[in-house]
């Protein structure tokens, strides 16, 4: 399987690394990149200070060539009934979007003694595992170590493990 990463605006050279070798290594992609795109500003709701999760991914769906297609961004993005989310993706869909706005800060010291930005690079790979999973068929796990696990808090995702479970790894295969 090919995914394709396009980063929506400046997206650092280390997420990329991480995003791409975190797909590798848990799926075992080939993973290529498309150069930066501009966010679109259509798609900005002024009266939130946010993208719509819902309108990223369709953008993201139209420009992607490959068999799955990933958009990171830096920017904060909502979905309908929540005040943000870190990503979306439908299940079996060919798209997913990132946001890694709300995955920067230190982790919880309970958690972690990582620097913050090895705390930041660890969460976004867990997010973009996570999106890739929905588009491959997976939903939320029940096991709260899983990297499909639900998790609407930054503690949620630190939480969890980098990798699937073992029902979710038989389900893929």
């Known amino acids: 399987m090919l995914v394709e990463i396009i980063p929506l605006g400046g997206i650092e050279a280390v997420i990329k690394r991480e995003t791409s070798s975190a797909l590798r290594s848990v799926y075992g992609v080939d993973v290529s990149f498309q150069e930066a795109k501009q966010m679109p500003q ?3 709701d002024k009266s939130r200070g946010q993208y719509l999760a819902e309108d990223l991914l369709e953008f993201i769906a ?15 993005m ?4 929540r005040n943000y989310v870190f990503g979306l993706a439908y299940l079996g ?7 890694t706005y709300r995955l920067k800060g230190q982790a919880q010291r309970e958690f972690s003694n990582k620097t913050e930005q090895e705390v930041f690079v660890g969460r976004v790979r867990k997010e ?8 491959l068929g997976l939903e939320h796990c029940s ?12 503690l949620d995702v630190d939480r969890k493990d980098e990798y699937l479970c073992g029902p979710c790894r038989r389900e893929l295969d």
């Open 78 to 81: 909502y979905y309908k009934g």
């Open 42 to 44: 259509t798609l900005y």
């Open 143 to 154: 096991n709260n170590r899983c990297v499909m696990s639900f998790s609407p808090t930054v």
């Open 93 to 99: 869909g060919k798209a997913c979007v990132i946001s």
């Open 62 to 76: 139209q420009m992607g060539k490959l068999d799955k297609i990933v958009g990171i961004t830096n920017e904060d």
């Open 128 to 135: 973009v595992i996570h999106e890739v999973g929905h588009t």
